[in-house]
């Protein structure tokens, strides 16, 4: 089982409704698409958003390897005045996700068990968990 699975399992376990995308494009058209209704729901109780940090996409002529991909979705979500966490959960690119310390609600991680508790804690609607707002983040 990879990670992705790893945490899909835990949020569909505690009934947490989970939209997920192959692309930085489709997530950011998708999210664009529903920007209205994200906005209602705009409370870290209520939605969360996870991303990966590096991505392989689809580009105009070939598969491209996207290094700023967490970064981008990040910058964004604030753009568009989003106040909801965001946590990016990598690899071997964790030193590259230092950006999260320039935002507020925003963290990085390798760690599974981060992303778990991140996910247990939207199902649990709570906003008072802050152990994974930091740049490489441990529990």
Request: proline content about 2%; glycine content about 6%.
């Amino acid at each position: 089982m990879n990670d992705e699975e790893s945490f899909l399992g835990v949020a569909r376990h505690l009934n947490v409704q989970v939209i997920g995308f192959t692309s930085t494009a489709a997530a950011t058209a998708w999210i664009d698409a529903n920007e209205t209704l994200l906005h209602r729901m705009d409370f870290e109780g209520k939605l969360r958003f996870i991303t990966d940090d590096v991505r392989l996409e689809n580009g105009p002529d070939s598969l491209f390897m996207n290094l700023k991909a967490g970064e981008y979705m990040l910058r964004y979500l604030r753009g568009r005045l989003f106040i909801a966490p965001v946590l990016v959960f990598c690899d071997a690119s964790i030193p590259s996700t230092g950006f999260v310390k320039s935002y507020d609600a925003a963290g990085s991680t390798v760690d599974d068990s981060v992303v778990e508790r991140y996910v247990s804690s939207l199902a649990r609607q709570r906003s008072d968990d802050v152990d994974w707002r930091a740049f490489d983040v441990f529990l």
